[in-house]
């Protein structure tokens, strides 16, 4: 992967000025209607929406029998993955403290997409890229040490307030989902080259997994103040006939860095400098999820289960 300089990103403030710039993979076609994932969840019993909404409320589904199995079966094969990239696999934290959000960008920004426990001042991780990345906060790292590179799986929680109709029919958009998030810390000059590394990482699963996806090019208006330039990769769904996101791929640059003070040594006497941090989607599982239950539904109601998951889930077919 070549190194690139700092690129040009559409200007733009709306989702009609990204720029799509490749399609991937082949949509399916049926000889029947295909379902949403929502009615083939309901018709395996895979996931439970209305109990879910019972115990905790709506966003917080139940995962069932092989469809608990295939959410465990998605985070083992995406770790992996991971691993196989060298990413080293970290457990951290579930809830971090108003200073981690702070040096991520999530405060005083997103305060609303966050759930708060204000008895303690903790926040219920929105990502792993937040406690992740601040596991260095406040350090000189040797430069020797970098590239750093770094996976995790963590449940994720998010209010999403504002969604509503379908953005958030079944899963395409909860409260609470898993997700195993790449991060990597870098040297300045080596930042978009391993911004394009780490997309490739992000797409390898959806090509094993044989789901059409998009890369996306996100304008200026429709990235957050942190990121410098940002991928989205989206998923076909093809119950739904729309794109789900299931990736964002940015490259902060210094900026939360420079919130953190993490910092390198060059060379031993070398004054420190302010490292590059990454981050991307490596995926988010629910949207994965529900483009397989629709990619890969039969005319008899069943669904298969594509090859690259078999040794994970210990069946081949739903249904």
Not at 5 to 15: D, I, N, Q, R
Not at 296 to 307: C, K, L, M, N, T
Request: hydrophobic share 40%.
């Amino acid at each position: 992967i070549p190194n690139i300089p700092h690129p040009s990103v559409p200007v733009g403030t709306s989702e009609e000025d990204n720029e799509v710039l490749d399609e991937l993979g082949s949509k399916p076609s049926f000889d029947f209607e295909p379902k949403p994932h929502w009615a083939l969840a309901e018709q395996h019993g895979l996931i439970d929406f209305d109990r879910g909404a019972k115990v905790a409320g709506a966003g917080f589904p139940f995962y069932v029998g092989k469809g608990a199995r295939l959410q465990r079966a998605l985070v083992n094969f995406f770790l992996d993955l991971a691993a196989d990239a060298g990413y080293t696999e970290m457990q951290p934290p579930f809830f971090v403290n108003a200073q981690s959000a702070e040096g991520t960008g999530q405060l005083p920004d997103k305060e609303d997409l966050m759930y708060e426990v204000a008895r303690d001042g903790l926040y219920p991780i929105p990502t792993a890229e937040v406690p992740v990345t601040n596991y260095w906060r406040g350090e000189i790292l040797d430069g020797d040490a970098l590239p750093i590179r770094v996976c995790a799986y963590t449940p994720c929680w998010r209010r999403e307030a504002g969604s509503y109709g379908k953005d958030v029919r079944g899963l395409n958009r909860l409260h609470q989902f898993d997700k195993v998030e790449l991060v990597q810390v870098v040297h300045p000059d080596e930042s978009y080259r391993a911004l394009e590394e780490l997309r490739l990482h992000a797409e390898k699963p959806l090509e094993l997994l044989g789901l059409p996806y998009r890369r996306v090019l996100m304008c200026t208006g429709d990235m957050g103040f942190t990121q410098a330039k940002k991928y989205d990769l989206e998923v076909w769904s093809a119950g739904q006939a729309r794109w789900l996101e299931v990736s964002s791929i940015s490259n902060f640059e210094a900026f939360q860095a420079r919130r953190m003070q993490i910092r390198f040594r060059p060379e031993a006497e070398a004054r420190p400098e302010l490292v590059h941090t990454l981050n991307g989607s490596g995926l988010a599982l629910p949207r994965v999820v529900a483009a397989l239950l629709e990619h890969y539904q039969q005319a008899d109601g069943s669904i298969r289960v594509p090859e690259a998951l078999h040794s994970y889930t210990g069946f081949t077919t739903i249904g």
